[in-house]
């Protein structure tokens, strides 16, 4: 089984940054695929972003050029730095992992979550 814990979540005004951070621990980090989920009050979760195995990254089109996901391999952590926060970003965040049974195939796989942190962009 493995274990996510997020933190880094606030309060932050518009066009301030935040960076969560999210450990993980019980597997092998570095074939674990990453990604951040939200989900806003009355709205479905929603992929912001997500990372492979050997680095490549994706982000939602409503955060590119304002988020980063990236990891680190050593710490078997992954972040999510924001930056240029809108209102509409306040959501609770979850950290999200997949490992893949066939990473070439993709079609299937063991899912884990975080408990979520929540982000609130307010003046």
């Known amino acids: 089984q493995v274990q996510l814990v997020e933190s880094g979540g606030g309060l932050v005004q518009p066009g301030g940054s935040l960076r969560l951070s999210c450990a993980a621990s019980g597997s092998q980090f570095s074939i674990l695929t990453m990604a951040w989920y939200r989900q806003a009050p009355g709205k479905q979760r929603e992929l912001v972003a997500s990372i492979t195995t050997g680095g490549t990254t994706t982000d939602a089109d409503s955060v590119k050029g304002r988020f980063a996901i990236s990891r680190d391999n050593v710490k078997n952590t992954v972040y999510l730095q924001m930056n240029n926060m809108k209102p509409e970003d306040t959501a609770v965040y979850y950290c999200?992992?997949?490992?893949?049974?066939?990473?070439?195939?993709?079609?299937?796989?063991?899912?884990?979550w975080g408990q979520g942190t929540l982000v609130t962009v307010q003046s």
């Open positions: 999200n992992a997949r490992n893949y049974y066939d990473i070439r195939k993709r079609d299937r796989y063991l899912e884990f």
